[in-house]
């Protein structure tokens, strides 16, 4: 049966409902979102003269719960106009309207007798074939569908989105005694494909897959926390970017998330697995015992384990549970990972640390493999869907198994035997059976070892991805210290950063150029892309502070025209160039996807051209680029200034995207060329796909533009005029000034006298010219220094 998702109704509109309802919108898909409506009047509404039977009175819960999320940031919506896909709604008068619903989700209170008497009205209403699925945390599926009929449980299940929906990926489906497998196979494809998810299918235990594994891992870090003396900020250093984890590692992500929020799941669990042989770690340590007395939840309390006043950060004393100022953590075992790039390398040094470090992890890591081993098969028969809910869900690296395999199979159980712990035996049957570790990778693909078989096998649903992990080294072409070109196949190659950061300097320009020059002789097209945390920040700005520190400005400017040059061979070449960009975009990175024939751009990429922040314009072709896109767009009897000041104004005030969709206004992407994908672990193929549609159509290798219109004096007058304003408002530096009258100088093409026709080179030109002035400046070295030294824009 094939099944279409037109439209989709969420009962329940609190922070998970809108959430829901915001990322369906976000997908293209009409919402239908209730929530009851109210018994009793506001005093605004009474003073208003209003009744209860008003429909902005009945709809008031549903509105103000929409209106609140669109206003928090993170936004939960792409873009703003996305929010008209949406229709409000209340329980007593819409609840008929679900009729036209492909796909119900109930979003109300973690109680299963509201829950039933939610579905029991959706039966009223829902035609048959409907999805109905519950977003519960953790209430048992089976109960929620009693004494519904036969086509309902058929059609029930649970889904369970992480919070906030849009930016967290795991997407848990819990079948129902009575799921149909259609409906598991739907759901599991619609997780992937549409909502961008990492979909995995759990068994009916409490907390499922993410919440077991995720609340096992704090609760006995808390444990641990007062077997070792050890303080909140020494956990926080632990476990953060060290190991692959959040900033926020784990007691402000607590915050974040709500101490009441977690210690609700803990208990759960506490009741619900009385066999689980970690039963007492989900006993509430005195601590929180007491922090939940005193209402200390967190960033909705104003404190919790950190707590701010005035401008200063104090964290809590687990001791006296008194706040005192921040203690900086430091450990000799995490000194010597500082040279080694990707955490999961880090495992095997940080395991044989001789401090505190060494003992934390090596308990840690001892308690965390002892526990995912024994809940194969009670909550999953498969060990990655374990390792993919841990990493969707919380934002690990990699997840328990992957870390086991990068430490040692046999080396992980000498961890678990040393702390008095015990595994499952499946883990022996797997090295009796000839693997010596969960995973392998074969011809490019991922295979986990399976308890039923006993063998490898593939994981399941590879075939919509291409994971550069996996082809890295067998399907290299050519390499160097900052990039690696890979064979996509289908004559499409690959070219990769492998940079700090993915910082654009020599290395990857040279890569680019290599790329571009075996594609154009051997191949069909180029896709620049790749899987790491972010696309790019931008061109190494600290090769840059260097030459101008130096007053090296003759090699400056070659390693300006260099980039320049090369972005114009991306633009230009003989074979399509596909840049996919995701997560930060920025600066040079931006300037790139630009200059592409084509961008597939993960829905979750925040690009912009962000040069001032450090002093400087746009000097990869980033100014010329906007000035042209101007042009294009000035149309006869327009007022053209008008649209040159808005391409003008996205770069002097940095504009960066929070969305791809949002870059489409800020005319970093362009419509009608330009696509998004939803789910980024498909975005390299989708763009490989993209290359060989241009290849296969007949590419032809463009013209260089000679066409672009510039205002000249007209334009340049009014930019003037507008920073002089600006400064005398005390609104910008005058060195922004500077920076902001340069940047005008380029976008209206000098000062010409009268509106003319130049070619991309001439604004390339004064472009360069301009940003090396700049770079003369002692001020744009102090902000360039700045950034290098404390990460964010200095406003001097």
């Not at 969420?10 to 979102?33: D, P, T, Y």
């Not at 509105?63 to 996305?82: C, D, G, M, T, V």
Request: charge should be neutral; charged fraction near 25%.
């Amino acid at each position: 049966m094939k099944r279409i998702i037109k439209k989709v109704a969420v009962v329940g509109s609190g922070i998970m409902g809108s959430g829901i309802a915001c990322h369906f919108a976000n997908i293209g898909v009409e919402v239908l979102l209730l929530d009851i409506a109210p018994n009793e009047l506001t005093e605004t509404e009474t003073r208003k003269g209003l009744s209860l039977e008003n429909k902005a009175v009945r709809n008031r819960i549903v509105n103000e719960h929409l209106a609140n999320a669109l206003k928090s940031r993170p936004s939960p919506i792409y873009h703003q106009k996305f929010a008209s896909r949406i229709t409000t709604g209340n329980t007593a008068d819409n609840m008929k309207d679900i009729a036209s619903a492909d796909w119900i989700i109930e979003v109300v209170v973690e109680r299963l007798d509201i829950k039933k008497l939610v579905f029991e009205q959706i039966e009223k209403f829902r035609k048959p074939g409907t999805l109905v699925t519950s977003n519960t945390s953790g209430i048992p599926i089976r109960f929620m569908s009693e004494g519904r009929s036969e086509d309902f449980q058929k059609h029930f299940c649970g889904t369970h989105f992480f919070n906030p929906a849009r930016y967290l990926k795991l997407f848990e489906i819990i079948p129902g005694p009575q799921t149909s497998s259609e409906v598991l196979s739907f759901l599991n494809n619609y997780g992937e494909q549409f909502l961008g998810k990492t979909s995995v299918v759990a068994k009916d235990t409490p907390a499922f897959i993410g919440n077991r594994i995720g609340i096992f891992g704090i609760q006995s870090l808390f444990h641990l926390v007062s077997e070792m003396g050890l303080t909140i900020e020494e956990v926080d250093k632990l476990t953060g970017p060290v190991i692959g984890r959040p900033k926020s590692a784990t007691f402000r992500t607590v915050d974040v998330v709500g101490l009441d929020t977690l210690v609700h799941v803990a208990n759960g669990l506490y009741q619900g697995v009385p066999d689980d042989e970690a039963h007492e770690l989900f006993k509430l340590p005195d601590f929180i015992s007491k922090m939940m007395e005193n209402k200390w939840f967190g960033s909705k309390t104003g404190q919790g384990f950190y707590k701010k006043v005035d401008k200063d950060i104090l964290s809590l004393d687990l001791n006296t549970l008194e706040y005192r100022a921040v203690k900086k953590a430091n450990f000799a075992t995490l000194e010597l990972t500082k040279t080694i790039d990707k955490p999961i390398d880090r495992f095997k040094v940080l395991i044989k640390g001789t401090d505190k470090a060494g003992e934390f992890y090596r308990k840690n890591f001892a308690g965390m493999f002892a526990y995912v081993s024994n809940r194969v098969p009670e909550i999953t028969d498969d060990l990655y869907k374990i390792d993919d809910a841990m990493k969707a869900g919380f934002g690990w690296e990699n997840g328990p198994f992957e870390i086991w395999d990068a430490i040692g199979v046999q080396k992980g159980i000498e961890l678990i035997k040393a702390s008095g712990l015990n595994y499952a035996k499946w883990v022996d049957d797997m090295a009796a059976s000839g693997s010596n570790s969960f995973y392998t990778v074969k011809d490019g693909a991922t295979y986990y070892y399976d308890l039923q078989s006993k063998t490898q096998v593939k994981k399941p649903g590879q075939d919509a991805f291409i994971i550069l992990d996996n082809i890295r080294d067998s399907k290299k072409v050519w390499s160097n210290s900052g990039a690696i070109i890979e064979h996509l196949g289908d004559g499409i190659l690959n070219l990769e950063f492998r940079s700090k950061m993915n910082t654009i300097g020599g290395d990857v320009l040279q890569g680019i150029n290599k790329a571009i020059d075996l594609a154009e002789k051997e191949y069909n097209g180029l896709v620049i892309g790749n899987q790491a945390a972010n696309f790019s920040v931008g061109a190494n700005i600290g090769m840059i502070f260097m030459m101008a520190v130096e007053q090296e400005y003759d090699e400056l400017n070659m390693a300006i025209k260099m980039f320049q040059d090369t972005m114009m061979r991306v633009r230009y070449s003989s074979i399509p160039v596909i840049v996919a960009p995701h997560g930060m975009t920025l600066g040079g990175g931006c300037e790139m996807s630009m200059h592409a024939d084509k961008v597939v751009a993960a829905a979750e990429t925040y690009i912009g051209l962000v040069e001032f922040g450090v002093g400087v314009i746009p000097g990869g072709g980033g100014s010329k680029e906007m000035t042209l896109r101007a042009s294009d767009l000035f149309r006869k009897n327009d007022v053209e200034l008008n649209v040159l000041q808005e391409y003008f104004l996205t770069v002097a005030m940095a504009k960066v995207s929070t969305s791809a969709h949002e870059a489409f206004d800020l005319g970093v992407l362009q419509k009608g060329k330009d696509i998004v994908v939803v789910n980024k672990d498909r975005q390299i193929l989708e763009a490989k796909k993209q290359a060989l549609i241009l290849a296969e159509a007949g590419y032809t290798q463009p013209i260089q533009r000679k066409d672009i219109k510039v205002l000249g004096k007209q334009a340049l007058g009014m930019f003037l005029v507008g920073t002089d304003q600006m400064t005398a408002g005390h609104f910008i530096s005058d060195h922004d000034k500077k920076i902001a009258n340069k940047l005008a100088y380029v976008m209206a093409g000098g000062d010409l006298s009268e509106p003319t026709l130049v070619s991309e080179q001439y604004l390339l030109d004064i472009e360069r010219e301009a940003f090396l002035s700049l770079c003369t400046e002692r001020k744009t070295l102090e902000r360039i220094q700045f950034m290098l030294t404390k990460g964010k824009p200095l406003r001097n």
